[in-house]
C-alpha cells in the first residue's frame, strides 16, 4: 500500500466538535487559507473567505443559525435549534465561510466544496482541529440574515455556500470508522 506524508493527513483528519479557546495563530489562518485558494476551480476564483474571529459575532451567528433552525420543517434541525446547550459552532474560535460569486459562469458549488476541503486538509496538516459546517447557514434564513450579511461585508452578489470552524483540538479522536467497503467499481 502506498502511502506518504499526504496520504497520512487525508487518512487521519476528522470532524472535530470540542475545541480549546486559544485562538490559532495568524501563520496557521494564513497556511490554512492558502490551501482554500489553491483548490480546483472551474469559476476563475469567484469565491470569496470571510474569517470570523470575533467572539460576539461567532455567537450571533449561532444564535441566528438557531432560530432559522427553529423555522425549519426537518425535525432533527428544529431540535437543535431548540436544544439551548447546543452551539453549532462547537465553541471554535474561528470560522471561515466561503462564498461564491452567483453570477460566475459557472455554479460556484463544487469550487467552493473543494476549497473548503482544502481548508479542513491543511487545518489538519498543521494540527488545527476542524469541522464542515452546514447548520450557521441557517443564519442567513433567520429575520437577522440580512443584517449579518452586512455585518460580515459578504461581497455583492456573492452566496455563502459553505463554511467550518477551526481550533486546536479539545477532542480525543477515536478509531478512524473504517470506509464501506464495496463501494468501487473497477473496469479494465
Ligand atoms: C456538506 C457538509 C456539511 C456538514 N455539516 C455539519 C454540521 O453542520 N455540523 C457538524 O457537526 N458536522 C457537519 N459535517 C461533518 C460531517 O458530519 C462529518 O464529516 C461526517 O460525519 C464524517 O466524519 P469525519 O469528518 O470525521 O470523517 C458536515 C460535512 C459536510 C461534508
Known amino acids: 500500500m502506498i502511502t506518504n506524508e499526504t496520504l497520512k ?12 479557546e486559544e485562538q490559532i495563530k495568524d501563520e496557521e ?3 490554512i487559507l492558502e490551501a482554500g485558494m489553491y483548490a480546483p476551480n472551474a469559476g476563475n476564483q469567484a469565491w470569496h ?17 438557531k432560530q432559522g433552525a ?28 466561503v462564498s461564491g ?3 460566475a459562469f459557472v455554479p460556484l458549488e ?5 476549497a473548503t476541503q482544502n481548508l479542513l486538509l491543511a487545518a489538519e496538516s498543521i494540527g ?6 452546514f447548520f450557521v447557514l441557517l443564519a442567513f434564513n433567520s429575520p437577522l440574515g440580512t443584517e449579518l450579511r452586512n455585518e460580515l461585508k459578504l461581497p455583492e452578489g456573492y452566496k455563502p455556500y459553505y463554511t467550518a470552524v477551526f481550533g486546536y483540538k479539545d477532542d480525543i479522536v477515536g478509531d ?7 463501494l468501487i467499481t473497477y473496469i479494465r
Open 49 to 65: 473567505f470571510t474569517v470570523i474571529q470575533n467572539k460576539k459575532l461567532l455567537e450571533k451567528l449561532n444564535l441566528a443559525a
Open 110 to 114: 463544487a469550487d467552493c466544496a473543494a
Open 70 to 97: 427553529q423555522q425549519m420543517d426537518i425535525e432533527h434541525l428544529r431540535a437543535l435549534g431548540n436544544d439551548k446547550e447546543f452551539n453549532c459552532l462547537y465553541h471554535a474560535p474561528t470560522l471561515i465561510i
Open 29 to 31: 489562518i494564513q497556511a
Open 101 to 103: 460569486d452567483e453570477k
Open 128 to 133: 488545527v482541529g476542524a469541522c464542515w459546517i
Open 176 to 182: 478512524v470508522q473504517d470506509r464501506k467497503p464495496n
Open 9 to 20: 493527513v487525508i487518512r487521519q483528519r476528522r470532524s472535530i466538535r470540542s475545541f480549546k
